[in-house]
Every structure is written in C-alpha cells, then in structure tokens.
C-alpha cells in the first residue's frame, strides 16, 4: 500500500488559504510577507520531491499550479511525476500539456484503490477541500506542516470540522526555527 502525505503551510490557527499569493484572499502570501525567509526551514520541501512518487491535487490546487509549476526550477522533481487531480468537473482538454503524465480521477474511492497500487509515497499539495474528504475518509497516512507563527482568522482551512472520532497522530519529526517557523511531521495512528 502506498504512503499518502499531505504536506502544507499552515498557519497556527489553521489556515491554509493563499501561502503563496493566490489572488481573492485578504492575507495571500501570507508565507513571504509577514515571516523572515530562512532557506533551512524549508529543507523538507526539496525532500518531499526526491522522497515522493506521485502528486495528488485537488482541482482549484491543480488550476493554481498547473499553470506555474512546470516550468519553476523549485519544482523540478514534480515535472515528470505522474499527477492525479481529482476533479468532477475536470476534462482532459482542461490539463495542461507540459506538466507530465496527468490523470484525472473523480472520487475518493478511486483515490483509495491508487492507495492500493505498487510504487512510492503520493504527496497532495495545497486542495484544501480535498485534504478535508481525504482526513474524513481516513486516507491520509502523514501529515508534513510547516507551522507559521501566524493568526490569520479567516480562510480555507486545513482540517474539516466534521465531527467525527478522535484520529491519534504521533510526532517523527520536528524542528522549531529562528523566525518562529515549526516543522511537524505526524504519521497517522491506526
């Protein structure tokens, strides 16, 4: 069975909205803007691409990133990476055309059988929305969180408020940096 890993800026309170400076959120790029840069804080970015074998993406993620991604030297590993996207609406005249092997896959129980397919770790980037079906549903194996020292208030945020049992994680790495910035790395409990 292969590893799911959902990796994302979170701020403290949660949000997980715009790090980077997508438009139509008051606090976007709230990752550049407001916490001093240091490159040893992000060490376990470049990891995630040498370590995964397969991006996972929600639509609105995939449209954010689609257009930006494949040609970015930060993101060299992923052009070659099988993708997925999971989308309703999505055809394949909507995927871009330089980005690799991509498919489209419309629910959770098709990323659940992927799960059961033989290769490495599938890492979702960003899909809020998806990371709340994928937690509910119990298919996220590990979580990396760069925790920003931040209270943004409003914004998408990472987890769901569903209300469902406890889900017990258990800490395997982490790291607190000089501008505030906290690495946590949980695997999930089963």
């Known amino acids: 069975m292969r590893t799911l890993i959902s990796t994302a800026f979170v701020s403290l309170d949660g949000v997980v909205e715009a790090p980077g400076g997508e438009p139509g959120y008051r606090n976007s790029g709230w990752t550049f803007k407001d916490v001093e840069f240091l490159p040893e804080a992000y060490e376990i970015k ?11 993406l929600g ?3 995939y449209e954010a990133f689609s257009p930006v991604w494949p040609d970015m030297e930060e993101f060299t590993d992923y052009r070659s990476m099988p993708k997925y996207v999971v989308s309703t609406t999505l055809t394949e005249d909507d995927l871009v055309s330089n980005w690799g092997p991509t498919t489209i896959l419309r629910s959770l129980d098709e990323i659940a059988a992927l ?36 209270l943004l208030g ?11 049992d406890t ?15 906290q690495k946590n790395v949980f695997d999930v409990v089963r």
């Not at 799960?115 to 979702?124: D, F, M, Q, S």
């Not at 960003?126 to 194996?141: C, E, F, K, V």
């Not at 889900?167 to 910035?181: I, M, P, S």
Request: proline share 3%; hydrophobic share 35%.
């Open 167 to 181: 889900q017990k994680l258990r800490l395997v790495e982490h790291e607190v940096y000089a501008n505030g910035l």
């Open 115 to 150: 799960k059961e397919t033989e290769g490495g770790p599938i890492i979702v980037h960003g899909s809020a929305t998806l990371n709340h079906g994928l937690s509910d549903a119990g298919l996220i194996d590990r979580y990396h969180l760069l925790v920003f020292p931040l």
């Open 59 to 61: 639509r609105t993620s």
């Open 46 to 56: 470049g990891r995630e691409q040498e370590e995964a074998a397969a991006l996972l």
């Open 154 to 164: 409003a914004g998408k945020r990472l987890f769901s408020d569903t209300d469902k």
